[in-house]
């Protein structure tokens, strides 16, 4: 319980002195921390969007009607005749 105490106030006293980090390496792997936790919380949001879209957008007056089957014509190989 001591040692929470002892960090609490060195904390405090780190925000007090506004300086939170003790070396620019610190301030660089925390611009680096919070880079990627937003890239992840962007592309959460993505994923939700998605989502959100993708469950609206499927319902059938959305559904593009086909209009008759088209016949995928292969292309015939002359290298394999004799």
Known sequence: MEELKVTAQEVLGRLKSRHLFQSEWDTAAFAVLLT???TVLFLL?????????????ASPK?????RGKERLKG????????
């Open 45 to 57: 949001l993505l994923a939700i969007a998605h989502c959100c879209c993708h469950c609206c957008c």
């Open 62 to 66: 959305h559904q593009k009607v086909k």
């Open 36 to 38: 990627f936790v937003g």
């Open 75 to 82: 292309v015939d190989n002359l290298a394999m005749e004799p």
